[in-house]
């Protein structure tokens, strides 16, 4: 995404420098049934907890509810039961399972895989909360959300804008019941930029022909049945003055931002994180050698902190036995056969988050390998320098 700001990226940017090693600098955003509640707001997280409900068990403060306690200043409630403690009531706005809508929560435009109090977070990800539909569509819940997938940062006074927007929906099917979400075209979905509008045809893609006025304006999308998304874009000639461009005669001294209420109020920052994202392996030495039936099967590792957030976590595994090459398929889950050489080998996504995990269906069989771990932030920079013991481990085994 090309947009000058997404949800409050830019925020946390200013906040990561001065926030302790503990805690975690998120974006979180409270969708109520007509309106938004709580617009996309930077908090920090900490550690410790805090109890929400007589009796219950201490609500973690680097999760999700802890956002929440800080975003609303503990303006949020709802009963505890074995499930954990529940959010029904938001800022007066309350949901409450059986009345045809619940408190939905999502990480990273994913559901949460667990509970508000539980649901651990890192710094960059953008937290929701929105009414989800039980069942049937009423007007006051959602079945998903609406998320921009491509915009540009500004635009010119009178130019055209395109941008182009999916949607996404989850579905709890049986026997399981886990959550499976789709991300598809908004097809007519409504995009607004200052008071001109465009309707999305049927590759989400919006053209809107803005107006004349110079400065930050909002972004909004909606569309019937999906939870409502809003950024912001820039409108200026780039020499103008407008969201920290410099006019002529005019020197910005570093770090000047033009402040807007769009958005949430977040500042819009001239320039972007740099630098790509540091991922280490864990548990495994360079050169390692097991015996035959002794090879590992759970891989971990970490990432450092980055300012933007991680959006994904990648591994690369590469086998060889004698002059025969595979590699491991993420999909399929099993080696599959190719040309030999780590670079014929594919990478597979295995999440974002910074203490990462993955557990193969079963142990390394006999062969001589090489595990690449590899992590792009959300400013999209890449890790993809190889270093010996850190991102990439040579092992044998047998």
């Given at each position: 995404m090309k947009f000058l700001l997404r949800?409050?990226?830019?925020a946390a940017l200013a906040l990561a420098c001065a926030a302790p090693a503990d805690a975690a600098n998120v974006s979180i955003r409270v969708e109520g049934a007509t309106g938004t509640l709580v617009?996309?707001?930077a908090v920090t997280t900490t550690s410790?907890?805090?109890t929400k409900s007589a009796g219950a068990p201490d609500c973690q403060r680097d999760s999700a509810g802890g956002a929440l306690e800080t975003a609303t200043a503990g303006n949020w409630g709802g009963a505890f039961d074995g499930f954990g403690q529940r959010v029904e009531t938001i800022l007066g706005e309350s949901h409450v399972f059986t009345s045809g809508a619940y408190w939905s929560i999502y990480v990273n435009d994913l559901p949460a895989t667990q509970g508000a109090c539980t649901q651990p977070v890192q710094t960059g990800d953008a937290i929701t909360f929105y009414p989800q539909c039980e069942g049937a569509p009423l007007p006051t819940c959602f079945d998903g959300l609406l998320l921009y997938r491509s915009a540009p940062a500004t635009v010119t006074p009178g130019g055209?804008?395109?941008?182009?927007?999916?949607q996404v929906t989850t579905t709890y099917d049986p026997p399981t019941y886990d959550p499976v979400t789709k991300k598809t075209p908004a097809a007519g979905a409504t995009v607004t930029i200052g008071g001109a509008s465009a309707v999305a045809d049927a590759d989400g893609r919006?053209?809107?022909?803005?107006?004349a006025a110079k400065g930050v304006q909002t972004v909004l999308t909606t569309l019937a049945g999906r939870v409502r998304a809003s950024g912001a874009m820039c409108v200026t000639d780039g020499a103008d003055g407008a969201c920290g461009t410099t006019q002529p005669g005019q020197v910005l001294g570093a770090g000047t931002a033009a402040q807007s209420s769009a958005g949430g109020g977040a500042p819009v920052v001239a320039g972007r994180d740099m630098v790509a994202p540091f991922a280490e392996l864990s548990g495994l030495k360079d050169r390692q050698v097991f015996p035959a039936g002794k090879g590992p099967r759970a891989l971990s590792g970490t990432l450092a902190a980055d300012p933007s957030?991680?959006?994904m976590v990648k591994l690369r595994i590469h086998r060889r036995v004698g002059d025969r090459c595979s590699y491991f398929s993420g999909r399929q889950e099993r080696f599959r056969a190719i040309r030999c050489g780590v670079r014929n080998a594919k990478w597979f996504k295995i999440g974002d988050r910074a203490d990462w995990s993955y557990l193969l269906p079963s142990r390394?069989?006999?062969g001589d390998y090489v595990i690449d771990v590899n992590a792009i932030d959300k400013a999209y920079n890449r890790d993809d320098a190889r270093?010996?013991?850190r991102n990439r481990v040579f092992l044998r085994v047998g």
């Open positions: 949800g409050t990226v830019a617009p996309a707001t410790g907890t805090f055209t804008a395109t941008v182009v927007v999916d919006a053209q809107v022909t803005v107006g957030g991680i959006l390394l069989p006999a270093e010996r013991g």
